[in-house]
């Protein structure tokens, strides 16, 4: 180079300046979208979009895919073997049960099924829904052990119009049942990353804050039941603040995600994190031979603090996506496991 710089650092050096001026194109982008906004929502938008200018700015700075000359074996106390769970207390279980909110995951629809609408109203077996049948899980739970373990869906912006309809008729079911709406970010243009909306509009947020631990799970796992095993584990003094359920991977489970030892750290491996060369490595059973399951518990404290601390590091995984009036974009997203690598002693189960 004639300044006598280092090829790398000088690409280094470009490659810096071009992410700050994308950036701030990006800021004028979320401002002029911002003034879409309703009054009554400016508040809730603006921090919807402060989400999105951050998770942005992480891809920018991340690697597509991770390095896979640095995944590592994993510790032998990463997978904590279910048989070896300590057994729990009769007598405390309606203590531990009223401290759990059980979350599921409803932002989908069912259209990779055939059907229209939410993936929850899906009948599964004798007219009976996703819905309904994790209703009549909490309402046993709850009969079962004389507690009050609430219901809340985390719903998108697909599925929060047709949902709170469905609500009504459970309106005489003894299970508290609350609601949200997911963060919504705009899709970005593949050629100008910026975002292909033209306003803004988002769902009202609640808050809970009565709760101490929370099982998430996805709406259409009838498997995903709260085990009394795992609550009484992590009710423990020194037991992990986030907990992953896994089980061993088959075949059919080639393309979910995996837990791996990634430079020290626990993480969550995503199919669309792999380099294309690796894809098969992946699949391998013998390899990688443990399945995220997607059933979470989460130390709601933890979970707070990383949040307002904003240290809550998670993957951005790209989606291209094609969109029928012929524009590419890419959707940015991250998985909720993702965040395992965030909390102290965090496992699989």
């Known amino acids: 180079s004639p300044t006598g710089e280092a090829p790398a650092a000088a690409a280094t050096r470009?490659?810096?300046?071009?992410?700050?001026?994308?950036?701030?194109?990006?800021?004028?982008?979320?401002?002029?979208?911002?003034?879409?906004?309703a009054d009554t929502k400016l508040d809730l938008n603006g921090k919807e979009l402060s989400g999105f200018r951050n998770l942005f700015s992480?891809?920018?700075?991340?690697?597509?895919?991770?390095?896979?000359?640095?995944?590592?074996?994993?510790?032998?106390?990463?997978?904590?073997p279910y048989s070896q769970l300590p057994s729990y207390e009769k007598a405390s279980i309606a203590a531990m049960l009223n401290k759990l909110v059980v979350v599921k995951l409803n932002g989908g629809l069912g259209t990779s099924m055939g059907c229209k609408g939410p993936k929850s109203v899906i009948s599964v077996r004798n007219d009976l829904t996703f819905l309904d049948l994790?209703?009549?899980?909490?309402?046993?739970?709850n009969k079962t052990y004389d507690v009050d373990v609430p219901l809340v869906l985390m719903n998108s912006f697909n599925t929060d119009d047709d949902t709170q309809k469905l609500l009504k008729k459970y309106a005489n079911v003894k299970v508290a049942v609350h609601s949200f709406c997911q963060s919504r970010y705009p899709r970005v243009n593949k050629k100008t990353f910026m975002p292909i909306v033209s306003d803004i509009e988002?769902?009202?947020?609640?808050?809970?804050?009565?709760?101490?631990?929370?099982?998430?799970s996805n709406i259409d796992n009838m498997g995903a039941t709260v085990d009394l095993n795992i609550l009484n584990f992590v009710h423990s003094p020194d037991a992990p603040e986030f907990v992953m359920e896994v089980i061993d991977k088959t075949r059919a489970d080639v393309k979910g995600g995996t837990l791996i030892q990634h430079e020290n750290r626990l993480m969550l491996l995503e199919i669309a994190q792999v380099p294309k060369d690796y894809v098969d490595?992946?699949?391998?059973?013998?390899?990688?031979r443990n399945f995220n399951t997607n059933n979470l518990w989460v130390h709601l404290g933890a979970m707070k603090r990383k949040v307002e601390a904003q240290t809550?590091?998670?993957?951005?995984?790209?989606?291209?996506?094609?969109l029928d009036r012929g524009v590419d974009v890419i959707q940015l997203e991250t998985a909720a496991g993702a965040a395992v690598k965030n909390f102290n002693g965090s496992c699989g189960e």
């Not at 994790?134 to 739970?141: A, C, G, V």
């Not at 609640?206 to 631990?213: D, G, L, T």
């Open 58 to 80: 992480r891809f920018l700075r991340a690697k597509t895919h991770v390095d896979w000359s640095k995944i590592q074996p994993l510790p032998e106390n990463a997978i904590r």
């Open 202 to 216: 988002s769902a009202d947020h609640e808050a809970y804050v009565f709760w101490i631990y929370c099982f998430l």
């Open 281 to 288: 490595e992946f699949k391998s059973v013998s390899k990688f």
């Open 134 to 141: 994790t209703m009549q899980q909490i309402q046993t739970l």
């Open 312 to 322: 809550l590091e998670m993957e951005v995984i790209v989606i291209p996506t094609h």
């Open 14 to 37: 470009k490659s810096m300046a071009s992410d700050s001026a994308m950036l701030g194109a990006l800021e004028l982008e979320l401002q002029r979208l911002l003034a879409t906004s």
